[in-house]
Nanobody, 123 residues
Framework: QVQLVESGGGLVQAGGSLRLSCAAS????????MGWFRQAPGKEREFVAR????????YYADSVKGRFTIARDNAKYTVYLQMNSLKPEDTAVYYC????????????????WGQGTQVTVSS
């Protein structure tokens, strides 16, 4: 059982930056592709970014492409989400997730979830 703990959320003005971290409990962290999702009030959880086991390949939702960067440090069992040029519409609870698969990537195929961290962007 892998436990994921997010941190780094908070309140920031539009145009600002935040870096989210997700720490995993297991050395098997490197066995999982990792990703970030978010859920705004009254909306469904949506994909934000993902990264392969080695960190070589990344993929982003169109809404965050060019502003957000996902990275991982397997030695520290941690995945990061650097968020720049934040907009009020980025306000949501951000969740990290671990997946055993890369090809089929959706909420149902994630193996583990973190508890979420709130990001609020004021205008």
């Amino acid at each position: 059982q892998v436990q994921l703990v997010e941190s780094g959320g908070g309140l920031v003005q539009a145009g600002g930056s935040l870096r989210l971290s997700c720490a995993a409990s297991e050395r098997t962290f490197s066995n999982y592709a990792m990703g970030w999702f978010r859920q705004a009030p009254g909306k469904e959880r949506e994909f934000v970014a993902r990264i392969t086991w080695t960190g070589v390949n990344t993929y982003y939702a169109d809404s965050v492409k060019g502003r957000f960067t996902i990275a991982r440090d397997n030695a520290k069992y941690t995945v990061y989400l650097q968020m720049n040029s934040l907009k009020p519409e980025d306000t949501a609870v951000y969740y990290c997730a671990a997946a055993e698969t890369w090809k089929t990537w959706n909420i149902a195929t994630m193996t583990y979830w973190g508890q979420g961290t709130q990001v609020t962007v004021s205008s």
